[in-house]
């Protein structure tokens, strides 16, 4: 039986946007949603017969021309000019993954039933989802305000027929796409442009593809760093359950709890020592390793709520017969969570490379520099300054871009949220923490060898066992930069 999730059927987790995503999916509009969105499609044709007041952005002009009246012949000619004009985003392509999910989870808002839209736009989002049809966008332009308007225009500049996408490896032509599948141009109807542009589905899709990597690599950095405190001679003592018991953050328990598992029957945690403490880097490993995990866990609660809500304008309500323009496209809740999520991934990273520096310094009976013949041999020296660069600039994108705002529509829309931007640093930062963490990687198993014939726990025996089909011991001097890639690309691969 073929693997399918009804869209607007229930609301989605993150769990289901993950086996979306990883397990190539098929989406189906529910019976449920098709109901809803026609009902509300329905009644707005039939307000709009009626219509002589003013509606924000159904019969009158966007932004700060929100005054000039646009006549009932001149509505669907409205929506198209809106897309077209507004298809402004600039910069890189945004990765393949993200723009799935901004499909999904603008077919999934508008399933709601409050957009006025029709069926059949929903269903060519579907359409292009399901046969990798990917709309090419670029990844910056959103001021995330009024939703993310110039991405969310150039991702749905295909559905009127214009616009390139990317399919089968190919950039392509919108038209030629259409051709091929015997598909027709979406006619817009009144209000259908604002409601596809409307939206933080652009911010939402860069936090969602976020959250899953972070949550992958907040177990990961458990596992490198009992990886650093076994070869370090570390003291299991401050991963005692009974310590964070009675300070009992849950990301602190939970990351505590994860060393002793990584950690269980190691030889070298469990002999004696002759030191009584080890640095912050490692003592504290559950501390902050630990609210990181709780900043995800928060993140991850604000990301289900917003991709289950509605969040274009104006909003329909076909039951109560009323058109209401509010603000709920502004992606203020985003950014705000988003900048506190690049803080505590940062830290993640911050404190690998502390524990890369500890290795190096040749204490606790390991070489300087991890290697047996320093001074011929610069070792593992210039890996750490790696690390250390890489840091610094994670630190520079934990600024706030929240914290920024700029008048835009001619002083219309006089406070925005920066979402966006907050939204693509993530990406950057989790990017740069694959390097981190690898650089700590390449450090911890290269220090393990220094105490053989000792052994750590069988599970970190085994991963290093692997490990060393990859990337080998180093004994004297190499070009480090393929054996960091090599030890990205490893990682990578590992689950937990």
Known sequence: MKNIYYIGKADLTIEDLEWIITNNIQLELSDEAKERIQKCRTYLDEKMERAEAPIYGINTGFGSLCDRSI????LSALQENLVMSHACSVGDEVNPTIIKLMLLLKAHALSKGYSGVQVATVQRMIDFFNNDILPIVYDKGSLGASGDLAPLANLFLPLIGIGEVNYKGEKRDTQSILNEFGWKPIKLQSKEGLALLNGTQFMSAHGVFAIIKAQHISKRADLIASISLDAFDGLINPFDEKLHLIRPHNGQIETSKNVRKFLDGSEMIQRDKKHVQDPYSFRCIPQVHG???????????????????VTDN????????????????????LAITFDFLAIALAELGNISERRTAQLILGNRGLPEFLVANSGLNSGFMIPQYAAASIVSQNKMYCYAASSDSIVSSNGQEDHVSMGATAAIKLLKI????DLIFAIELMNGTQALEFRRPMKSSPFIEKL?????KVVPFIEKDIVMHKEIEKSVAFLNQVQL
Request: hydrophobic share 30%; aromatic share 8%.
């Open 291 to 309: 609210a990181s995990k709780d900043a995800i866990d928060y993140v991850r609660s604000v990301l289900v709520t917003e991709i289950n809500s």
């Open 430 to 433: 989790l990017d740069n923490l």
């Open 71 to 74: 006549s009932k012949g001149d």
């Open 314 to 333: 104006p909003t329909v309500f076909p039951d109560e017969d009323e058109i209401i323009s509010g603000g709920n496209f502004h992606g203020q809740p």
């Open 464 to 468: 290093v066992e692997d490990y060393r």
